[in-house]
């Protein structure tokens, strides 16, 4: 069983660029949540969507968006980046309430 | 406000030398207490969910217990592959998977 895929695994953008980030979540879960993890702050909830409509926001500012596909395939997309967006951020996928699974992450660099 | 907080921040071990990680929490409407394992570089692996106090939860050398404030992560006679980082999360009441992470105890066991 596939789990949750995440692409691309690496990149590095300049200051005031924007970037894409894709979910593949786990064959029939619906519900797809995106993390920002770094060393400083930990693991941040960003935003959260179920059947294509976002059911949740964390305290991002608005240059972080995202969506959902009808197929559940989520994507996330930051503007304008910043040095500080540099981080790990991981997506994670969800059947039901009891068992979150999470990707390996993409790992994005702002320089 | 919602908060997770994990103890102590690091812990080293002999192999063999049994010990156990805290996790306090204060999530409204708490739906489930999740544990997870983070590798280096990688996205964290689920270990359990917990759902009301007094349930215990095993895994291998690892059992999770949840009380109304606290839950703990015990390790017995662990294996230095057992050398990671350990996650706890709440996750709020309501229709969401918002997880609220605490900041991680990084374990080292040591041969």
């Known amino acids: 069983k596939a789990g949750v895929t995440q692409t691309p695994r690496y990149l590095i953008k300049t200051r005031g660029q924007q970037v894409t980030l894709s979910c593949s979540p786990i064959?029939?879960?619906?519900?797809v949540s995106w993390y920002q993890q770094t060393p400083g702050q930990g693991l941040q909830f960003l935003f959260e969507?179920?059947?294509?409509?976002?059911?949740n926001k964390g305290n991002f500012p608005g240059r972080f968006s995202g969506r959902q596909f009808s197929n559940s395939r989520s994507e996330m997309n930051v503007s304008t980046l910043e040095l500080g967006d540099s981080a790990l951020y991981l997506c994670a996928s969800s059947l039901d309430k009891n068992t979150i699974y999470f990707g390996e992450g993409s790992w994005l660099t702002v320089v | 406000e919602d908060q997770v907080t994990q103890s102590p921040e690091a812990l080293r071990l002999q192999e063999g030398e049994s010990s156990s990680l805290n996790c306090s929490y204060t999530v409204s409407g708490l739906r489930g207490l999740f544990w997870y394992r983070q590798d280096p570089g990688k996205g964290p692996e689920f270990l359990f969910t917990?759902?009301?106090a007094g349930e215990e939860k095993e895994k291998e050398r690892l059992k999770a217990t949840l009380t109304k404030k606290e839950s703990f992560l015990h390790i017995t006679a662990p294996k230095p592959e057992d050398s990671a980082t350990y996650l706890c999360?709440?996750?709020?009441?309501?229709?969401?998977?918002?997880?609220?992470f605490g900041t991680g105890t990084l374990l080292a066991v040591q041969p």
């Open positions: 969507y179920f059947s294509e409509t976002q059911r």
């Open positions: 064959s029939g879960h619906r519900s």
């Open positions: 917990l759902y009301s």
């Open positions: 999360a709440g996750s709020p009441g309501g229709a969401t998977n918002k997880l609220i």
